[in-house]
C-alpha cells in the first residue's frame, strides 16, 4: 500500500506544537508521545490558521 503525502509540513506542525505547548514531547517522544487531545488541538488549529488565511485572500 502506498503512503500518502502529508498534509501539513513537518515545519507546521512543530510550529502549532510551540503554539500549543507541548513541542517538549514532541521532541522527546516523537508525535507518538502526544496525547489525543494534543493531536485534535492540532489539527483544529491548523484548519483555524488554515480558514484565516483563505478569508484573507478572500477580503
Do not use: H
Request: no cysteine; hydrophobic share 40%.
Amino acid at each position: 500500500m502506498a503512503r500518502r503525502k502529508p498534509v501539513m509540513s513537518e515545519q507546521l506542525k512543530y510550529e502549532l506544537a510551540r503554539e500549543l505547548g507541548f513541542a517538549d514531547v514532541v521532541e522527546r517522544e516523537g508525535w507518538g508521545g502526544i496525547t489525543t487531545r494534543n493531536a485534535g488541538n492540532l489539527v483544529r488549529a491548523a484548519i483555524e490558521r488554515a480558514e484565516r488565511s483563505v478569508a484573507t485572500l478572500q477580503a
